[in-house]
């Protein structure tokens, strides 16, 4: 793989770190060269450090001869990929992608909109190019996921942005003078107690250098510091003004621009940054280097390295009280300062290498050009179900286990949440032009699995995945109907509809018998259907110990066995109530258990299982008040010796982990799965009793490893047909 970098080369401070830390990361594991516009000590630090770089010398900023230059070098070198950082790169790289048919990606090291902030007319100008320039990008890598955001906001293609964060060399050995050396090159006279606070960052409005000397001018007041300020700007002469204002000219030092970043970390004790917009800036990272603590403002993605009061302080934007106190109780506790210091240079060393930093853009540039098969999923996603939750987690899984490298988009009512959970891009599936994009672009529909083709709950639901496979068939992409549970569909249009759209898939896979028979009472004369089983039966539970954590947490006792309800609204609330309370009395007096009530459905079962807890009003019996992740209530549920639910997951999830269960059945699709499973156990709904129940829990309890050893051997079986689902949509994908 060949990769070429381009940027102005009149960078200083954080970018010119990253690219220097990138390139020599990268240069380990493919071709890479960085060209450059200026000549200046940014190309001179990158050929010390053995960097393949070339100057093609611009005479002006809109000088765009260097762009048949440019044409020369890609086609003669053949490079895989255009990497351009910041505004000149991008501007060139506007009508360099004109002539070039390759693909181009940028890097948002910072906002933007705020990079010249200070100057009118360049704001006026190069600003405006900028963005324009950002938008003829064909992939874009942020430095935060808060840059991210940012992007997606502005209107750029969530499934065209990627994420990685700076990175460092710990194991290098920097260049630096001593401290003595360093206060001695500006003359700044000190006793062997001073305690020295300083900031890194250009003087510039951005840096919101006022914050950072409004706390200085109180923590003054108490305590004798010494502040070094290093950095050029525009700012200066408003922070010399500010200086003169609080009469601490003799307490405070600007440096200047400071060539030997590292120098001036090492003579600090307490190093500070109070920028109102950063992505993942290097001052914190060099610092952390040198084991010295920080304080920071709360912005872009520094709270993914900083956690507050454990390896450095976060403040919000503009709060010098809090920053004069945070730096007050770093004075005052020398032991604390060393021990932030270490805890943060342990946390960069293992999370933030310049390593990990290339291998995360090496994984990019291997997406970017891949032409492995895209498949685009929908399903009842992103709304906040444990179940609808636990079905993505497990095909995803299956399918990445299967291919790496399969490019996996899903259409979700919250996309953030869907790929913070997944290895997946995410298109909210209410915006049309993203719905249909999103369709043209993939070669597979995945609809499912869970109960879409329903109209119980709603025809609305039924319409739209109708809708997605119709508009899938309009674009002559393959759709597999994943593992669904199929039915009731009562109105004859919704029949009738149903019958077409599924005569017309590519394949069908249902997770029970009693879906196929349903199929086969509407008409559907597909000849590709199979039934295989619920994909959440390939899911693992995580660490014993993190369910201790999680009772804990909660405060439930782990002094009894555990058993759990989980229960839903529905029409007759108060009758089902009673019966579940009976039932809930009965297992804490006789059984002597803890009850626990799981809001699988978390918004839906929250308020129904708040007054279940109230109505039963017995010590022994608790709520999951928190939403967790399905690995977490896979691990709760395997720990409990039995659970009665209505839910038809937290059954499945149930029979995954082993935990035998009780069905109260509100939905064919309850009782299917129950008579797939081969199990017996269950009451109807409209008959509860709980007379019906505690006679369960008695046969369970009396028979219960007989009952273990049916479910085990009935899972291993669902396993393996849930896993042919995965080999049908590879099959479908010609893989």
Known sequence: MKVLHLISGGDSGGAKTHIISLLKGLSKSINVKLICFIEDSFYQDALKEGINIEVFRQDKRFDLSVVDRLVAEIEKENYDIIHCHGARANFIATFLKRKVNKPFVTTIHSDYKLDFKDNFYKRLVYTNLNRISLKKFDYYIAVSDTFRNMLIDRGFRRDKIFVTYNGIDCDKGEHFISKEDFLNRYEIKYDKDDVFVGILARLDKVKDHVTFLKAVNEVLKKHKIKVLIAGEGPEKEEIEKMLKEYGIEKDVYLLGYVNDAYSFINAIDINCLTSVSESFPYTILEGAKFKKPVITTNVGGINKLVKNGVNGFLIEVGDYLELADKIVYLVENEEERTKMGQRLHADVCEKYSYNSMAQNHIKIYNHILSSSPKVLMSGYFGFDNSGDDAILKAIVNDLLDYDNDLKIKVLSNNPDKTE?????????????????????????????????????????????????????????????VYANGIGPIN????RILTRKILNKVDYISLRDNLSKEYLEELGVKNNNIKVTADPVFTLKATDENLVKDILKNEKIPIDKPIVGISIRRWNDDQKVLTEFKKTINYLINTKQVNVILIPMHF??????????????????????????PVENILSIIKKMDLIISMRLHTLIYAASQVTPM????????????????????????????????????EEIYTNKQTIVNKLSEKREDLMKLSKENVELVYSLLGR
């Open 491 to 494: 109105k004859k249009m919704n």
């Open 603 to 628: 918004k839906e079962d929250i308020e129904i299982s708040n007054r279940l807890l109230e109505l039963t009003n017995l010590e022994g019996c608790f709520i999951l008040r928190n939403e967790y």
């Open 420 to 480: 913070k959970m997944c290895e997946v891009f995410s298109a909210n599936r209410f915006k049309i032009r993203e719905v249909i994009s999103s369709i043209k672009e993939t070669d597979l529909l995945i609809s499912g699995g869970g109960s879409l083709l329903q109209d119980i709950t709603s025809t609305r639901s039924l319409l739209y995945y109708l809708a997605l496979m119709k508009l899938a068939l309009m674009f002559k992409k393959s759709i597999f």
């Open 662 to 697: 009780i069905g109260v059945v509100y939905d064919p699709k309850v009782e299917g799965f129950l008579k797939e499973m081969e199990y017996d156990y269950y009451v109807d709904l409209k008959d509860i009793k709980s007379e019906y129940l505690i006679d369960y829990i």
